[in-house]
Antibody, heavy 119, light 106 residues
Framework: QVHLVESGGGVVQPGKSLRLTCAAS????????MHWVRQAPGKGLEWVAIISYDGTNEYYVDSVKGRFTVSRDNSKNTMFLQMNNLKPEDTAVYYC????????????WGQGSLVTVSS | DIQMSQSPSTLSASVGDRVTITCRASQSISSWLAWYQQKPGKAPKLLIY???TLESGVPSRFSGSGSGTEFTLTISSLQPDDFGTYYCQQYSRYWTFGQGTKVEVK
């Protein structure tokens, strides 16, 4: 069965960096687009980024462009989110999610990793 | 950008009630709409995609309808496991979620 596990969250000061990891299993990872979605405490869901199955295409929500970078290692069934110049408004639970194909809906989600940006 | 709005924001209902949630898009998204259910402290779960197609394993009491800019999620007879927050999502152009509808015990 599909399993997505996020790691790497924690407390970080404004302006610092953090890298999240999503470990995937139970499906052919290299064949699917993958997303990051975040949820601020008590708030709704916000799509953050997508990476294509082969890593050649990436798209981001405007609020993170130039600060966040999504990447993947298909040899290790792993996706990453490098977050630089973090701001307090980036505080959220970050979920990785599998795309049904590429640029479609999200059929499986991880359990999430909490990132807190605070001085 | 495509904006999504849901109504109501909160819905109080009893077990056995028929529940309807509405989702509106700021421009036409054809049928590129999904519905998710989220329980507190848990990840969202896919219920419906392409506006009306039930995901495998989702109970048949859930149904979706609509196209263009107006969509609905209906729960025909609310069960205890159905309380939680529901989100619509467009995937016509990038991805945007509605603000959520919390279904709570009346």
């Amino acid at each position: 069965q599909v399993h997505l596990v996020e790691s790497g969250g924690g407390v970080v000061q404004p302006g610092k960096s953090l890298r999240l990891t999503c470990a995937a299993s139970g499906f052919t990872f290299r064949s699917y687009g993958m997303h990051w979605v975040r949820q601020a405490p008590g708030k709704g869901l916000e799509w953050v980024a997508i990476i294509s199955y082969d890593g050649t295409n990436e798209y981001y929500v405007d609020s993170v462009k130039g600060r966040f970078t999504v990447s993947r290692d298909n040899s290790k069934n792993t996706m990453f989110l490098q977050m630089n110049n973090l701001k307090p408004e980036d505080t959220a639970v970050y979920y990785c999610a599998k795309d049904f194909k590429f640029r479609s809906y999200f059929d499986f989600w991880g359990q999430g990793s909490l990132v807190t940006v605070s001085s | 950008d495509i904006q999504m709005s849901q109504s109501p924001s909160t819905l109080s209902a009893s077990v056995g009630d028929r529940v309807t949630i509405t989702c509106r898009a700021s421009q036409s998204i054809s049928s590129w709409l999904a519905w998710y259910q989220q329980k507190p402290g848990k990840a969202p779960k896919l219920l419906i995609y392409k506006a009306s197609t039930l995901e495998s394993g989702v109970p048949s009491r859930f149904s979706g309808s609509g196209s263009g800019t107006e969509f609905t999620l209906t729960i025909s007879s609310l069960q205890p496991d159905d309380f939680g927050t529901y989100y619509c999502q467009q995937y016509s152009r990038y991805w945007t979620f509605g603000q959520g509808t919390k279904v709570e015990v009346k």
